[in-house]
């Protein structure tokens, strides 16, 4: 029988790896269309995304460690998205920055992609079209949440379970 | 120079090339017959009177479902209007399509000097489906006719180097057609969402 008890030793060791990276995040901005304003904006001295660690955006997606994927991605992009999430390096988490990325948004025609999540996993999905800077800042809390809560060896916590209220009559979890 | 002596100017001295022609609010439209563009074109060039130095853009319409009912979309109607304001006072009556072809082929002309502008509009047949490039006369045409050609499917005779400019090299078909399904995707990676 194993312990089901993470030791004392190694659960300190998961939260100071955790809190270390999720104060230095080296964001890779894909910027593709309008909501690169707003992440702009999120970035400059007014909103200051540089107080949650994250002012240093890298671009070179072998320096990065959050792919934020911003703006409308079509069809003729994805397989360079797709590239660039395979360079990173792991640990490495994606942010779905506005509804184009996280579901299509408006578009439903022959060239835009329907959310990236079918080509990419993705971590944190904010959207807004564009999104407003705070509500930038507040997923990019909720990703420190999730980084602070992974285990050091790159290991994710098992997914939420969702009220099954919330799911379709029918659909088997 | 006015848009009405600007669309007389191609009328006097093209008449066998013009099939209509009209100004709408302050804009002067000339419908010419598709195998004389490159002659008009280069007269609206080199003419010192009018010297339309510059091709503003290269567009093309699909008419094949003009007038019918629009297929019921995912998306409510959008509100835009759909026939001219009534706060603009209107002269002239919207002069309507220019005639019963499935495309038409439009030029926007510009002069730099000058300041005035002048639309051409070539009827394109679908079984047909070809008209003269422009790139000898005025190289910004090449990139602009490579979008028509990748949208609509309508060649360009003479053209350097005719290949999609939008759409990737895999795609099948012309996504501007009104025959092309609306919600029909050709995804390179991924599933088919």
């Known amino acids: 029988m194993m312990k089901t008890e993470p030791s004392f030793f190694t659960s300190r060791l998961n939260e100071a790896l955790g809190w270390a990276r999720k104060y230095s995040i080296f964001q890779y901005p894909f910027v593709t269309a309008c909501c690169g304003m707003e992440y702009m904006a999120t970035a400059c001295s007014h909103y200051d995304v540089d107080r949650f660690g994250a002012g240093l955006p890298r671009f070179s997606p072998r320096q990065a460690d959050v792919l934020f994927v911003v703006g409308t991605i079509s069809h003729k992009m994805a397989p360079v998205l797709k590239r660039i999430h395979d360079q990173m390096a792991d640990p490495k988490w994606v942010v779905a920055f506005g509804v184009c990325t996280c579901t299509g948004g408006f578009y439903d025609n022959y060239a835009t992609v329907m959310g990236i999540d079918t080509l990419i996993p993705v971590d944190v999905y904010i959207p807004g079209c564009p999104p407003r ?37 029918g659909f088997e979890t | ?114 300041k005035h502008r002048l639309r051409l509009v070539v009827p394109v047949e679908e079984s047909v489906a070809e008209v003269d490039s422009l790139t000898d006369l005025l190289a910004g045409a090449n990139w602009l006719e490579r979008e028509v050609w990748d949208m609509f499917g309508i060649t360009f005779r003479g053209h350097p180097d005719l290949k999609r400019i939008l759409m990737y090299e895999e795609f099948e078909g012309h996504p501007l057609r009104r025959d092309y399904p609306v919600k029909k995707r050709q995804p390179l990676i991924g599933p088919d969402n």
């Open chain 1, 133 to 169: 800077p705070e509500m930038v800042l507040d997923g990019l809390m909720k990703l420190q949440d999730k980084i602070q809560d992974q285990h050091a060896t790159g290991k994710r916590p098992a997914f939420e379970r969702h009220p099954l209220q919330v799911l379709k009559e």
């Open chain 2, 1 to 114: 120079m006015s848009t009405f002596s600007l669309c007389t100017s191609v009328t006097d001295r093209f008449p066998d090339a013009v099939s209509a022609s009209h100004t709408y609010r302050d804009d002067a439209t000339v419908v010419l017959r598709p195998e004389s563009l490159l002659e008009v074109a280069r007269f609206l060039k080199d003419d010192p009177a009018l010297q339309m130095n510059y091709l503003m853009d290269v567009t093309a319409v699909d008419y094949s479902a003009f007038g019918q009912a629009p297929t019921p979309g995912f998306f409510a109607s959008s509100g835009v209007a759909v026939s001219p304001s009534s706060q603009i006072p209107d002269e002239d009556p919207w002069p309507g399509p220019p005639e019963l072809a499935r495309f038409t082929v439009v030029y926007h002309f510009f002069s730099t000097a000058h």
